[in-house]
């Protein structure tokens, strides 16, 4: 039996496809493991029974609108860092705002399987949701885990879990409010020596098997080439070398800049539980401290790192003429 969030969002996406509004509708479904939700396109209004929210739902939905036709009126379920991906794509032109048509869903967080795993030192089998709390089946028996236990990094440090921008959001308040969690431990990363800092990064690069799947989920990642794809000039060492696994996680962060909504999609994805995400959000931070800019949060305004114009930072008299000189 769906749940009344899954009977609202297929509601609506069976009136946008009877009255022609969109062409399809970009969500997900159950996949073939009980445990495991797939993205799923539904064109047909006799299809909307498919379509499923709910925390096992891992992908960022932005990423497909990478890979579709600019011209087709699309419908996708977002949730709020969905929906401040797609507004940075609007942003920077790789979409019409018009062709698109948001569905809203409060977030309820992100559940990390593999967390859960490797604290159970077992399998998961299957998983419950029960409100604030999460069921899990392991091999040895069942666990009630709280369900801030459960989730996702990425969403244990979420200031956006609420859609933003969107064209319909549907009438069910999630487990968080805008602003119920910080990034306090970017201020513990800080204060770490710069020794201690470069000791972690290291030990997380060195696991990078480079199969690039972080870019592949990441919807801020759309170039046609990549950098680590160009062989004249050959921008960094494209082999699992340190100088190689090193360059590429910075040198993506960097391109992140401003542009990165902390979705996680790219820790899920990859098969090596990399964490990489601390490097955008510091960035990010800084981002915000320099130009009160976070990316997705305003319709009307770009990443600064793709605005041309006089520096907004905070410079002082005496930084602008040492800046001069």
């Not at 029974?49 to 011209?71: D, E, F, I, Q, R």
């Not at 959001?169 to 800092?197: C, P, Q, T």
């Not at 696991?207 to 062989?231: D, K, L």
């Amino acid at each position: 039996m769906p749940n009344t969030r899954d009977q609202k969002i297929q509601a609506e996406a069976k009136r946008l496809l009877q009255d022609g509004v969109v062409d399809v509708v970009i969500g997900f479904q159950k996949g073939t493991l009980p445990y495991k939700m797939q993205p799923c396109f539904i064109s047909r209004a006799d299809e909307v029974a498919k379509l499923t929210l709910n925390g096992l739902c891992s992908n960022n939905l932005a990423v497909y609108l990478n890979h579709w036709p600019k011209g087709e009126k699309t419908a996708i379920i977002v949730r709020g860092c969905e929906s401040r991906a797609i507004q940075t794509l609007v942003l920077e032109n790789r979409h019409a705002r018009e062709n698109l048509y948001l569905i809203g869903v409060p977030c309820i967080g992100i559940l990390d399987l593999q967390k859960i795993g490797q604290q159970e030192l077992q399998p998961v089998l299957a998983v419950q949701e029960e409100g604030d709390q999460v069921r899990v089946t392991f091999g040895n028996g069942e666990k009630l885990f709280k369900r801030n236990e459960a989730l996702h990094d990425a969403c244990l440090h979420c200031n956006h879990p609420q859609p933003l921008n969107a064209d319909v959001v549907i009438d069910e308040a999630g487990l968080f409010e805008d602003g119920s969690f910080d990034k306090s431990y970017l201020h513990a990363f800080r204060n770490l020596s710069a020794k201690k800092r470069n000791e972690v990064f290291r030990a997380e690069a060195e696991r990078c098997i480079r199969c690039y799947a972080c870019r592949e989920a990441c919807p801020m990642c759309y170039c046609e080439e990549c950098f680590v794809n160009h062989s004249r000039p050959q921008w960094i060492d494209s082999t699992i070398a340190p100088s190689g696994q090193q360059g590429w996680h910075i040198i993506r962060a960097f391109h992140q800049t401003g542009r990165c909504v902390s979705c996680g999609a790219c820790e899920r994805a990859c098969p090596m539980n990399i964490k990489m995400t601390y490097l955008t959000d510091l960035l990010n931070q800084d981002m915000a401290a320099e130009y009160g800019f976070e990316a997705g949060l305003d319709a009307a305004a770009a990443p600064p790192f793709l605005t041309l114009g006089e520096d907004k930072g905070k410079f002082t008299g005496e930084q602008e003429e040492d800046h001069a000189n």
